[in-house]
């Protein structure tokens, strides 16, 4: 209950160069657009104590941590620090590049002849890694992510043949079927947000076949396909946002992020299940 003694303490282990909390003025209250601050507020609100730890050096004590490192590989210093916990909510979760979690990958010579997209192999395009290096430069520390490209936009081919030799031989990038879901209204893209136990699947509904969140026309509460319950296993999830479409009958994962972000065009659908999101963490403390 609010106002008595701290029920746990729990440690948000964030990057040295993370935006994670955000100051809109000076007389604002603090806010975010991440997913996990809204489960933090209501978690704080039933009287559990947390801490923001910024940096792999930081010296935080706690009954759980959540591992909300905002890059595609979570550096060894990162991992290190989340050991040192009793639990850690995403502590198995190093790699979330696309050559990683994509279930749409193609390689040279393989057997598909329709449509393709070229992608970064980073999440978000690499625009976590792009601001990380923005806000070390600014410190005047060097880049976290020298090597990490922002590709601005995705580029769709009408076969393999199409594609230029960048597309397959560049490490930063990565070739996927591409395979939009066909619905009645146009186009269906599906989420799957979990936290522990805890989860809402949703089927969205748009026009247009790259959809956006600002381009949905309708949404609808779904089953979350047991095939993709096996991928969250394998790869170590215990927090975190899966995007994919049904294809020939089949999950497809497109993108699994571990620091899922909210859009404001969904943004009503988001603090409904942040409640539940907060049992689930509940659920998690040792």
Request: with cysteine; aromatic share 8%.
């Amino acid at each position: 209950m609010p106002g008595t003694s701290p029920l746990a303490r729990i440690v948000v282990i964030t990057h040295a160069y993370d935006r994670f909390i955000e100051q809109a003025g000076p007389e604002a209250s603090q806010q975010s657009r991440y997913l996990l601050f809204g489960v933090l507020r209501e978690m704080a609100d039933r009287g559990h104590a947390v801490q923001v730890a910024v940096g792999p050096s930081a010296v935080e004590d706690g009954d759980l941590a959540i591992l909300h490192t905002d890059c595609s590989v979570t550096p060894p210093d990162y991992l290190a620090l989340a050991e040192r916990f009793p639990r850690c909510v995403n502590g198995r979760v190093q790699d979330i590049t696309k050559r990683v979690t994509s279930g749409a990958l193609l390689a040279p010579g393989d057997d598909w002849t329709g449509p393709v997209i070229v992608k970064s192999n980073l999440n978000a395009k690499g625009f976590p890694e792009t601001q990380q290096n923005i806000a070390a430069k600014k410190r005047g520390q060097p880049a976290p992510h020298p090597e990490a490209p922002f590709l601005m936009q995705y580029k769709i081919y009408d076969r393999p043949a199409a594609l230029p030799e960048m597309a397959w031989s560049s490490p930063h990038l990565v070739v996927e079927k591409f395979i939009p879901e066909p619905a009645d209204e146009g186009f269906a893209m599906r989420a799957w947000v979990f936290m522990g136990e805890r989860e809402r699947c949703t089927r969205y509904l748009a026009k247009s076949r790259m959809i956006k969140a600002e381009d949905i026309v309708d949404r609808e509460a779904i089953e979350v396909p047991e095939a993709l319950r096996e991928v969250r296993e394998k790869l170590g999830f215990d927090f975190g946002k899966f995007d994919f479409v049904m294809h020939e009958g089949r999950p497809v994962l497109l993108d699994a992020n571990k620091t899922p972000g909210t859009a404001r065009a969904v943004d009503k659908v988001v603090k409904a299940g942040t409640q539940s999101l907060a049992n689930g963490l509940e659920a998690l403390l040792p």
